[in-house]
């Protein structure tokens, strides 16, 4: 981009360019969980009501709104303006995540890329869905749904308004759809970009949608009266904007680049001038399992050992019930505390993590589940982070405390791992599934907040760490942003073995049998795995007794590995050995130079 154009407030850029290909829809639900306790008990529907998490009002239906109730509001100030108000404890999160799964599963039937955000908000690509139908329709004249942002001056050239306007009924489609099979209410926005369909999303509510064109973009984002509206500007980049009197985003569009360039870097001056300007150019990236499960809990002032350990102990005990639900068998641990700092603006939280031993987790019955005595050994481990945080020969006070579930191990269901051959299945030893499940990693824009909240506003819920866009407004209520920092991002696999591939029903049973037979073969330890505060693996100390099979993982089928040609036994011990130069962090281009009479040989790129 040219940075006269930036200067000028120009918004040529392919971030924008002249051409705006795509078409993407934003839904966010209705003041959702609030929609949620309703369908649970349809008699809340006609009276005011709010959400409540410790005392702080999270939502309310939009009947509380209209006497001004709004979102994070202190429960005492909603009670004195709606004495009718009726609160709902919110705090434990299982049903509205549940519904925000079933809107997910809905979202898919379009079979566009879809990507949660939060917990209420998803973004669809509909590009390919729009192309397809502006060849059968009468394009010319195919009708808006919803609001229009600003009726267009001139026809933009690329013929993406029309392309707007389909969208803008596959948006009322499911918008209807979520309605029809869930019962919840919606809005949409749709726009060329992921940035305008969010922002534009709210502008009719509730139960509405609106679209924006390319070319009043600029002019939209102007009316926006603080940077921190921008999906990806957190609270450190706003004050740093703020102390330079760049308050509005009209101010933001205005000021020089170099100016910005004087205090960002580079790339983030110029994407700062982008997103002024309405312009983003980030993919929607298709969803699938968090790279990390997570919860925080933050309070006035903690500042004994024993009471941080009763709140470990009960984010564990939370933290374990996630876990359960999403399957996967963790591997690694994170420890996050925010120490009382009145000085800084900004809050600050340290974090340690380590890897866990496998062996803390078993599979029964095909679900995941932690003994008495490994719940004992997480919280030693949970302390002994906590230890290495803070110096307890001095006096601590804490204001949050987080625990989070950061890697897990890879299962058949999706990766390269060799181990994947050697689970105790033989009928399907060899075949691996290749779609990537769980890419979710962060896009360049992150919609979630880009650094923690300088709110030091106390007694709040426990947040829930998934990705989510909600910026925290009075409370410091999640810190999303954690779950999807790079450094917890797995890149795909993008290997292949052979040429053997399920469809995804046929792995489903797979996994299923996968499951049962490594529930099978879980062996009773002789002595518990340490845990390794460093970051060497613990998890390869989960040894199984005995045979040739001496020092593999208790997963690994000793038959299996015992028909193994002694040189691949050899290797793949070492693997287990030195996690990290495992195969299954390998990347494909390293795996292209493995020495031959490995089994690194085996795998071949996937093109
Ligand atoms: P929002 O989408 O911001 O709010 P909403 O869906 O309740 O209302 P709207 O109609 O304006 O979209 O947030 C989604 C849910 O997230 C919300 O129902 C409750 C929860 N939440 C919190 O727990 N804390 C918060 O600070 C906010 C803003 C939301
Ligand atoms: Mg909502």
């Given at each position: 981009?040219?940075?006269?154009?930036?200067?000028?407030?120009?918004s040529?850029?392919?971030?924008g360019?002249n051409e705006?290909?795509?078409?993407?829809?934003?839904?966010?639900?209705?003041?959702?969980?609030?929609?949620?306790?309703?369908?649970?008990?349809?008699?809340?529907?006609?009276v005011?009501l709010?959400?409540q998490?410790?005392n702080?009002?999270?939502?309310s239906?939009?009947?509380?709104?209209k006497y001004?109730?709004?979102?994070?509001?202190?429960v005492?100030d909603?009670?004195?303006?709606?004495?009718?108000?009726?609160?709902?404890?919110?705090?434990?999160?299982?049903?509205y995540?549940?519904?925000?799964?079933?809107?997910?599963e809905?979202?898919?039937t379009?079979?566009?890329?879809?990507?949660?955000?939060?917990?209420?908000?998803?973004?669809?690509?509909?590009t390919?869905?729009?192309?397809?139908?502006?060849?059968?329709?009468?394009?010319?004249?195919?009708?808006?749904?919803?609001?229009?942002?600003?009726?267009?001056?001139?026809?933009?050239?690329?013929?993406?308004?029309?392309?707007?306007?389909?969208?803008?009924?596959?948006?009322?489609?499911?918008?209807?759809?979520?309605?029809?099979?869930?019962?919840?209410?919606t809005?949409?926005?749709?726009?060329?970009?992921?940035?305008?369909?969010?922002?534009?999303c709210?502008?009719?509510?509730?139960?509405?949608?609106?679209?924006?064109?390319?070319?009043?973009?600029?002019?939209?984002?102007?009316?926006?009266?603080?940077?921190?509206?921008?999906?990806?500007i957190?609270?450190?980049?706003?004050?740093?904007?703020?102390?330079?009197?760049?308050i509005?985003v009209k101010?933001?569009?205005?000021v020089?680049?170099?100016?910005?360039?004087k205090?960002?870097?580079s790339?983030?001056?110029?994407?700062?001038?982008?997103?002024?300007?309405?312009?983003?150019?980030t993919?929607?990236?298709?969803t699938?399992?968090?790279?990390?499960?997570g919860?925080?809990?933050?309070?006035?002032?903690?500042?004994?050992?024993?009471?941080?350990?009763?709140?470990?102990?009960a984010?564990?005990?939370?933290?374990?019930?996630?876990?359960r639900?999403?399957?996967?068998?963790?591997v690694?641990?994170?420890?996050?505390?925010?120490?009382k700092?009145?000085?800084?603006?900004s809050?600050?939280?340290e974090s340690?993590?380590?890897?866990?031993?496998?062996s803390?987790f078993?599979i029964?019955?095909g679900?995941?589940?932690?003994?008495?005595?490994?719940q004992?050994?997480?919280?030693?481990i949970?302390?002994?982070?906590?230890?290495?945080l803070?110096?307890?020969s001095?006096p601590?006070?804490?204001?949050?405390?987080?625990?989070a579930?950061?890697?897990f191990?890879?299962?058949m269901?999706g990766?390269s791992?060799?181990?994947?051959?050697?689970?105790?299945?033989?009928?399907?030893q060899?075949?691996?599934n290749?779609q990537?499940?769980?890419?979710?990693?962060?896009t360049s824009m992150?919609?979630s907040?880009?650094?923690?909240?300088?709110?030091?506003?106390?007694?709040?819920?426990?947040?829930?760490?998934e990705?989510?866009?909600?910026?925290?407004?009075?409370?410091?209520?999640?810190?999303?942003?954690?779950?999807?920092?790079?450094?917890?991002?797995?890149?795909?696999?993008k290997?292949?073995?052979?040429e053997?591939r399920?469809?995804?029903k046929?792995?489903e049973?797979?996994?299923?049998?996968?499951?049962?037979?490594?529930d099978?073969?879980?062996?009773?330890?002789?002595?518990?795995?340490?845990?390794?505060?460093s970051?060497?693996?613990?998890?390869?100390?989960?040894?199984?007794?005995g045979g040739?099979c001496?020092g593999?993982p208790s997963?690994?089928?000793?038959?299996?590995?015992?028909?193994?040609?002694?040189?691949?036994?050899?290797?793949?011990?070492?693997?287990?050995?030195?996690?990290?130069s495992?195969?299954?962090?390998t990347?494909?281009?390293?795996?292209?130079?493995?020495?031959?009479n490995?089994?690194?040989?085996?795998?071949?790129?996937?093109?």
């Amino acid at each position: 981009m040219d940075d006269r154009n930036m200067e000028t407030g120009s918004s040529a850029s392919n971030y924008g360019d002249n051409e705006h290909p795509k078409s993407i829809i934003h839904i966010d639900i209705d003041c959702f969980y609030a929609q949620v306790e309703m369908l649970r008990n349809p008699e809340l529907r006609s009276v005011p009501l709010g959400v409540q998490q410790k005392n702080i009002v999270v939502t309310s239906n939009y009947e509380a709104r209209k006497y001004g109730v709004q979102k994070c509001m202190l429960v005492t100030d909603a009670m004195k303006i709606c004495p009718s108000l009726k609160l709902v404890n919110g705090e434990d999160l299982h049903n509205y995540r549940t519904a925000s799964n079933k809107v997910f599963e809905v979202l898919q039937t379009w079979k566009c890329q879809v990507e949660k955000l939060g917990m209420d908000e998803n973004f669809i690509d509909v590009t390919k869905l729009v192309l397809e139908r502006s060849k059968s329709a009468d394009v010319k004249n195919v009708a808006l749904s919803g609001h229009l942002y600003k009726e267009p001056g001139i026809e933009c050239l690329c013929g993406c308004h029309i392309r707007l306007k389909i969208a803008s009924q596959i948006a009322n489609e499911i918008r209807q759809k979520i309605y029809d099979e869930l019962g919840l209410t919606t809005c949409a926005g749709v726009a060329h970009n992921k940035l305008l369909a969010k922002l534009i999303c709210p502008l009719h509510k509730p139960n509405d949608q609106t679209t924006i064109f390319p070319d009043h973009g600029a002019d939209f984002m102007s009316t926006l009266q603080s940077v921190r509206s921008i999906p990806s500007i957190g609270s450190k980049t706003t004050e740093t904007l703020i102390s330079h009197q760049i308050i509005t985003v009209k101010d933001l569009q205005e000021v020089a680049l170099e100016v910005l360039k004087k205090n960002f870097s580079s790339d983030m001056a110029v994407r700062l001038k982008h997103l002024s300007l309405g312009e983003d150019n980030t993919p929607v990236k298709q969803t699938g399992k968090p790279q990390s499960i997570g919860l925080e809990d933050s309070f006035k002032t903690v500042s004994l050992k024993s009471e941080v350990e009763d709140k470990f102990s009960a984010l564990l005990q939370r933290l374990l019930v996630l876990v359960r639900e999403d399957g996967r068998i963790p591997v690694s641990l994170r420890v996050t505390l925010r120490k009382k700092d009145a000085k800084r603006l900004s809050s600050h939280r340290e974090s340690r993590q380590c890897q866990i031993s496998s062996s803390i987790f078993t599979i029964s019955n095909g679900i995941l589940t932690v003994t008495e005595a490994g719940q004992q050994k997480l919280m030693t481990i949970i302390m002994r982070l906590f230890n290495k945080l803070i110096d307890l020969s001095k006096p601590f006070h804490l204001t949050l405390v987080g625990l989070a579930f950061t890697k897990f191990q890879e299962r058949m269901t999706g990766r390269s791992s060799i181990v994947n051959y050697l689970m105790n299945d033989i009928s399907v030893q060899s075949v691996l599934n290749l779609q990537n499940d769980c890419d979710t990693s962060a896009t360049s824009m992150d919609y979630s907040a880009a650094s923690p909240s300088s709110s030091t506003t106390t007694d709040l819920s426990d947040g829930e760490v998934e990705p989510s866009p909600k910026k925290p407004k009075k409370v410091n209520w999640i810190a999303k942003k954690r779950c999807l920092s790079k450094e917890d991002v797995a890149s795909p696999s993008k290997l292949k073995v052979g040429e053997l591939r399920l469809n995804s029903k046929e792995l489903e049973k797979v996994s299923e049998l996968r499951l049962n037979s490594r529930d099978r073969s879980l062996t009773p330890r002789a002595s518990p795995a340490k845990d390794n505060l460093s970051d060497t693996s613990d998890t390869m100390k989960d040894v199984a007794e005995g045979g040739n099979c001496e020092g593999c993982p208790s997963y690994v089928d000793k038959e299996v590995f015992s028909a193994l040609p002694g040189n691949m036994q050899q290797e793949l011990k070492a693997m287990w050995k030195n996690p990290s130069s495992s195969v299954t962090r390998t990347s494909p281009r390293t795996m292209n130079k493995a020495k031959p009479n490995t089994l690194l040989k085996y795998f071949v790129p996937h093109k």
